[in-house]
């Protein structure tokens, strides 16, 4: 995983509430066994028509959105299935930050591991994300913080050793393999 | 100090306990894992050298992207897409290659993963279980702590046997009353997220409590806590009981003789002390529900069967699933014309969901122009079904009586349904696209989606009567 300390980036606007990841990424995308390249399938059905058309005025085909890495949508997005694949696709695509009031468990879990930033905001800040579509905003992962482009600053909460994974670029597995230890003395005591 | 149900089983597990700067490391007793959510995980354990640690404590089956169509050997079976077919393949491959038992194609204990697992009796009260799959949360119904996680953390669990996690907070969902002739647990807890919302949960393990709860059979609780994700809750949990052990009891993984004993009496103590005390807590009077329906495009958008679509003015959103699913506010969803009828999926496939929908369906035809999928949740319970008759049941009546797998719960095994085609569906996500694309979803109980192919149109179960 690459260390991740600050964003920069105009910001997609996805108005919509309770995204979930059949949205994100359809299940019949979910057959391949590797991690790459589902960008192509993000959003698929809502990027492209029954004739596979790029919808035009889906925001992330819109040309005012290109290059964008920071996505905001309405409340509750990734909500649904344990698919990684939605993490995947959306950093496949350049995604690499999310920003709503809230973000379903499995999807912020799965997304944390991942080096893609789940960013819960208050709903008075999400208000103005979503009426500004395009702003420019900075995200500083050390100090958890969004700035506004009026340079307001809003922290944002996570979790003290996501962060720490996410800046230092740590994947979480090396630290669970330094707990074999204790995880063989657990196993003993209750056999 | 009293404790919940959650708080007993997450403190057994801890192996070594959060702090500040780190989540806990939590012991896993059980990790199901199937061809979708797994190949990514072996992969990793590839690269960097790394063992299964406990093959033994790891359950392997194909559910997802297996085909059900009808075959008289399982060397027929044709999967749909060439990924797909390879993928299947590399889960043959990394369970030999890890030395873990795979209840593969030719295995008659195979099935969808959270059928499985309670039927083999792998799933057992105050056990904490994981699967790359947000549908685990089903086997919270024996009291177990059980949920879904992604494939970084498959790929935790099959090296270490552990996940790092922050304990979450806890949710009492009381459900007084009894449920009423004709209304059943797919109701119940259609009815609970509706009133939660789809997000109610989450953050939190729900525990589900008060007479209904313990009214209900083993099949009942499943779908109960099958669900519970689809109101943003990983976890949802009900205390075992006689029911509980009475449904574990003799099964091939539950334990026998003197450990039977020792382990029931540990089960009992299981259940949440009478003061405990919970974050939230929720109360539902199961006396005043009816069967329920989803309207929109996700399943807390619900109403009761015989209730009006609601109305939200200003909300972009439900406007958006509206026109969706092609269904207006102030309209009733019975009378909506019905193409597909799915009786199947972890939430409702199990012998007795099946006899639910068989007891509508008996003496009656699948209306023309309804097609009727029958999918049983396990190669198992489609033998009990067929020992009782069922499958005859269901082909008399027109309907077709399939193989096991998740099949038209998400489609990705070529089970699907047609652009703008309504399907009556006994799973769990009425998400758009999720049956096919551009398919419409209205989620139901067995008894509802058996009446809606019936009449051809969404239809309320209590019509016919026979429902208890």
């Known amino acids: ?191 | 100090m009293p404790q919940t149900l959650f708080e007993k089983v997450w403190e057994q597990h801890v192996v070594v306990p959060e702090t500040a700067d780190t989540p806990a490391v939590l012991y896993i007793d059980l990790h199901l894992i199937h061809e979708v959510t797994s190949p990514q995980a072996f992969s990793l354990l590839r690269e960097r050298g790394i063992a299964v640690r406990r093959p033994d404590r790891t359950l392997a089956t194909m559910d997802h992207s297996t085909p059900t169509t009808p075959v008289s050997s399982f060397k027929d079976l044709a999967v749909v897409g060439e990924s797909a077919a390879n993928q299947i393949v590399q889960m043959e491959t990394n369970c030999r290659d890890f030395g873990i038992d795979l209840l593969g194609f030719d295995s008659d204990r195979r099935g969808i993963v959270h059928v499985i697992g309670p039927e083999l009796g792998a799933t057992q009260p105050g056990k904490t279980i994981v699967c790359g799959d947000s549908h685990t949360s089903t086997h919270g119904a024996f009291g177990a702590l059980a949920f879904g996680i992604g494939t970084t953390e498959v790929g935790h669990v099959l090296a270490t046997q552990c996940l790092l996690q922050r304990r979450p907070r806890t949710l009492a969902i009381n459900v007084e009353g009894a449920l009423p002739k004709g209304v059943g647990a797919k109701d119940l807890i259609l009815a609970i997220i509706g009133e939660i919302g789809v997000d109610g949960g989450t953050g939190h393990v729900i525990e589900y409590r008060g007479e209904a709860i313990r009214g209900l059979g083993m099949d009942a609780r499943m779908t109960v806590c099958n669900m519970s994700i689809e109101a943003g809750a990983r976890a949802g949990m009900i205390a075992p009981d006689d029911v509980t052990f009475e449904y574990l009891k003799g099964r091939e993984q539950a334990p026998s003789g003197a450990e039977w004993d020792a382990a029931v009496k540990r089960w009992r103590d299981l259940g949440s002390d009478d003061d405990a005390a919970f974050d939230a807590s929720v109360t539902i009077d199961a006396g005043k529900l009816t069967p329920m329906v989803t309207y929109g495009t996700n399943p807390g958008m619900v109403v009761g069967i015989d209730q009006p679509v609601p109305e939200r003015a200003g909300d972009p959103s439900f406007r958006k699933a509206l026109d969706y699913m092609q269904v207006e506010s102030g309209q009733p969803m019975t009378g909506q014309r019905v193409d597909v009828v799915f009786v199947g999926s972890c939430t409702n496939s199990r012998l007795s969901d099946l006899e639910q929908a068989a007891t509508i369906l008996a003496g009656r035809q699948v209306a023309d122009g309804v097609r009727m999928l029958v999918v049983p949740g396990s190669q198992q319970v489609k033998k009990e079904a067929e020992a009782k008759g069922l499958d005859r049941v269901f082909r008399a009546a027109g309907a077709e009586w399939r193989e096991s797998g998740c099949s038209m719960c998400l489609g990705m095994n070529g089970d699907t349904a047609a652009r703008g085609h309504l399907t009556v569906s006994t799973s769990n996500r009425n998400f758009e696209g999720r049956q096919g694309v551009g398919a419409r979803t209205v989620l139901a109980s067995p008894a509802t989606a058996a009446a809606s192919a019936v009449r051809g149109r969404i239809a309320d179960p209590r019509e016919f009567g026979e429902q208890d």
């Open chain 1, 1 to 191: 995983m690459q260390a991740l300390r600050t964003i920069r980036s105009r910001t997609a606007v996805l108005p919509v509430k309770d995204v979930d990841t059949d949205q994100i990424i359809p299940a019949r995308f979910l057959t391949t066994t590797s991690r790459e390249g589902l960008g192509d399938a993000l959003f698929r059905d809502l990027r492209f028509a029954a004739d596979d058309e790029p919808v035009a005025d889906f925001v992330l085909n819109r040309p005012e959105a290109q290059g964008c890495e920071i996505l905001v949508a309405g409340n509750n997005f990734g909500c649904g299935s344990s698919r990684e694949h939605a993490p995947w696709a959306l950093l496949d695509y350049g995604i690499r930050a999310v920003i709503s009031t809230e973000i379903a468990d499995i999807f912020r879990s799965n997304s944390l591991k991942n080096g893609l930033l789940p960013i819960v905001v208050d709903s008075d800040t999400h208000a103005w994300l979503l009426a500004n579509p395009g702003a420019e905003v900075e995200i500083d992962v050390v100090a958890s913080t969004l700035t506004l482009p009026d340079g307001t600053a809003v922290a944002y909460p996570i979790d003290a050793f996501a962060r720490y994974c996410l800046v230092e670029g740590i994947d979480q597995l090396g630290f669970l393999l330094k707990n074999l230890d204790a995880i063989e003395n657990y196993e003993e005591a209750r056999s």
